[in-house]
């Protein structure tokens, strides 16, 4: 359950075999099956995740009972609300999982932990932040000039794999458009072909 | 022109002195006159700039001539498009001033020393992100889920000296309406009081 954190940090940084046995002690191993919530709007949240397996989407819920969808985490990334684990608060966001999950669970107390006893850490989070930042700035910008079509297509660069995972109306929903207007353009995109 | 740049990295990290004597000597003063351009569309970011005085504005154009703004940096914020500063990729982003600024210069290579010298920068700029990662999820989410009163509402709370300092089509830009929806709701919200 662990090979694929310690393949993803030591893309990173360097790290000794110690320290990784010392990082391993700090999370928790947690299984979700399809369906179950890792965070509920209005709770705290308590862990951030990493996907060992499986694939997590969180969102929000509007007033009118629209959801709209920040982030699909699959297998090799991390999941969670930064802002509510960062400062306690509650969460406006619900993390769900579409397929059966295995999580590596890390607490702030452990993650601070982490990056205090062993300083090569602040550079993997600044990186993984810094790359998270970059790809949410393009989406934002891509939602105020990009076409529907242009995004959809952004979409299955970012994510290959998304397509044959997520429900149609969730790839709708993460683009901010409607399901018809996605089915309209998968209909334009094949007849071109 | 150090004495603010000193202060916000305080306010994050502890270094020495020292550290700060050599922290400035990677630093390049720059001054730029209301309108000139750090970066403009098609050229690698150079250098990401801390705005000692003044204001920038990052923006990109679409296609069909309309501007589109990604931030504003007022004193003590950062600037620059990280994902050209990063990968030495053509930028798709202008940052302009908007008024007169006094900047403080860093390159690719400097910044990468200041990171492996002093450790601690990691953890400064990790944080710095971290924020701007925050912001900018709530941005997008909002510009999914908000409508355009509270987006206006949140922005005068996250940048109390904006209305006095940005025209208000930029305004208008930023929150991705029309200036004519702003002016309506300003109405509105005056008509309220």
Known sequence: MYELLYKKITETISITDEEFDYCKTL???????????????????????????????????????????????????????????LTDEPSSFNIEALEACELLLITKPSWELLLNRIPAFERYFRILIQNNLIATQKRLMGNLSKSAEEKYVNLLNNFPGCLQRVPQHMIASYLGITPETLSRIRGQMAARK
């Open 27 to 85: 999370f928790l191993p947690k299984k979700l099956r399809k369906r179950q919530y890792l965070l509920q709007d209005g709770d705290v949240n308590k862990y951030t995740a990493f996907v060992s397996n499986g694939l997590l989407r969180s969102y929000t819920v509007d007033e009118k009972g629209n959801e709209h969808i920040l982030q699909f985490a699959f297998e090799g990334w991390w999941m969670g609300d930064l802002y509510s684990f």
